[in-house]
């Protein structure tokens, strides 16, 4: 059977072990990451949303406030605003 969204995934803090998110995200798309958030109203308790690549973010339009995590390439954060 074929899914009504996006595939989503558990993400887990391994040095604290803690669930960050069990709805997480990936989008990768041009027109996917430059929409981001954007038109969003609301993020439920444990959605996420891991923007692949990206090197920065802007939140022109957003209506909710969000945490922010960099990460590098062996998915370490890296840096959190």
Known sequence: ???????????IN???GCELGDRIEV???FVGRGRGLMFRRSLE???GMVIDPCSSIHAI???FPIDVLYMDREQRVVRVD
């Open 1 to 11: 059977m074929g899914g009504t969204g996006p595939a989503t995934f558990r993400l």
């Open 14 to 16: 391994e040095t604290r």
């Open 27 to 29: 989008v990768r798309s």
């Open 45 to 47: 308790p444990g959605a």
């Open 61 to 63: 339009g957003m209506r």
